[in-house]
């Protein structure tokens, strides 16, 4: 019997020659051999239980863990065996780590190579997380094959993950996508501008998804695997998951798509309670690198209301700084189901979980929002009546001006209250149900001679 063994480099002195990857050289790696037994591996286990691959690449904070820890769970009690793949392993072990599950890093762009301007569309997303450079695509394309075969992968749970995505195209494994609207882009061509706020020519669009495409072919076609005609075609020849709420979705509402409605972890952290029930209560959560959080919190500091602020990562100082009886400021995560019933106005960056979570208790929202997925949940939340996004002027004055309306004007706690009762029958095990019966009906035709 042969042994199985791990070499690690830490450090490669001259990566000239990748730089000289051609079709032909391809066309040499091992790789190609074992393509054939990577997809067919769970044939040979129909009467065993299945091995499940979930991969989280792009994106970062507790979110993309938060909700595929509640399906891994179910999956797990179900007898099939569970391995992550995870972008960031600080993370995982917050959330993963107490469960037992299994997980290592997943591959990244060590380039660091960045776009002139910010990314347009999911396509220059990708250009600007290793796609630009073709030895770079391809080294992460075959970390992926890599880790699919080490851990003999039945299906690949996709989230965020489209390299992944793409190197289990390559093999033929079956898939699922899983995400919120931003992470699973619309069935169309060109990929829709992210940035509506600005005239983005849609040739830029175009020539964007046509690189992206001309990189990844190129791999396909020296693997012998088959060639996408559209980038949007790798992610709808897969089973869905749409963890959110239809208007809560990015892209817009997409016609005969399936919502299951979101999926997070509430059940850790820590336990709080207001404890001044005769003034307005505040809750925030957000991370010190928002801009304009310092000033944010002052204005918060000042208001006549008891406030608790979570932002992991924030210095004692800056703590210490706006500190009081009235104003709890914490580095670590809190329950924070209990302290929705009786908060009056949530702050925060406009992370979809956070945002899902206060509206289905009917609290409205003060989006700052920090990048452009951000924005756009915010712009969601805008649309509903529900909430007021922070813009580029981010003064003391100007967070207090949107909090006084926040907390005085009832239009935004009524339209808050109208999307809870819309959703007041929405439970988070219906989601994971669906997911789970999803997961299990495509690997059961996998399995299938």
Request: proline share 6%; hydrophobic share 45%.
């Amino acid at each position: 019997m042969y042994s199985r063994i791990l070499v690690g480099f830490t450090q490669l002195s001259d990566l000239s020659w990748m730089k000289r990857l051609c079709v032909n050289e391809l066309r040499s790696m091992s790789i190609i051999n074992y393509l054939p037994s990577v997809a067919g591996a769970g044939k040979f286990r129909k009467n065993k239980m299945s091995r499940i691959l979930f991969a989280w690449e792009l994106g970062a904070n507790y979110g993309h863990l938060s909700r595929q820890l509640p399906i891994a769970q179910r999956l797990r009690r179900q007898g099939h065996d569970v391995f992550f793949v995870v972008r960031d392993t600080t993370v995982a072990a917050q959330l993963l780590g107490p469960y037992g599950f299994a997980f290592t890093q997943a591959p990244f762009d060590t380039t660091g190579k960045r776009l002139v301007q910010p990314p347009a569309n999911y396509a220059e997303i990708l250009l600007a997380s290793g796609y630009a450079d073709r030895a770079a695509l391809w080294g992460l394309v075959r970390s992926w094959l890599s880790l699919i075969e080490m851990f003999k992968a039945d299906i690949v749970i996709i989230d965020h993950a489209p390299t992944a995505l793409f190197a289990a195209h390559l093999t033929g494994l079956p898939t699922i996508l899983i995400g919120n609207g931003f992470e699973i882009p619309p069935d169309c061509s060109p990929l829709p501008s992210i940035r509506p706020w600005e005239n983005i020519a849609n040739d830029r669009l175009l020539r964007a998804e046509e690189c992206v495409l001309e990189r990844l072919n190129t791999i396909a076609s020296s693997l012998n695997a088959r060639t996408l005609l559209r980038i949007p075609e790798l992610f709808q020849s897969t089973g869905k998951i749409l963890s959110t709420f239809a208007e809560l979705d990015h892209y817009g509402i997409r016609d005969g798509e399936i919502y299951v409605g979101p999926i997070f972890s509430s059940a850790t952290g820590q336990q709080m309670t207001w404890s001044e029930p005769d003034k307005p209560h505040i809750f925030a959560y957000l991370r010190p690198s928002v801009p304009g959080f310092e000033l944010l919190l002052k204005a918060l500091s000042k208001q006549p209301a008891e406030v608790i602020v979570v932002a992991p990562g924030i210095r004692r100082a800056q703590a210490e700084a706006v500190a009081s009886v009235s104003f709890r400021v914490l580095g670590q995560p809190v329950l924070l189901d209990s302290l929705l019933e009786l908060a009056d106005l949530v702050v925060s960056s406009g992370g979809t979980g956070t945002v899902s979570q206060c509206l289905l208790a009917g609290v409205p929202l003060l989006l700052v929002p920090q990048n452009v997925e951000q924005y756009l949940m915010s712009q969601c939340v805008e649309a509903l009546g529900a909430g007021l996004t922070a813009k580029q002027k981010r003064q003391e004055e100007d967070f207090a001006g949107l909090l006084e309306f926040l907390l005085h004007d009832p239009c935004y706690r009524k339209a808050a209250d109208v999307f809870a009762k819309q959703y007041a029958g929405f439970t988070q095990e219906q989601a994971v149900d669906q997911a789970v019966q999803l997961i299990n009906t495509v690997l059961a035709k996998s399995m299938q001679p």
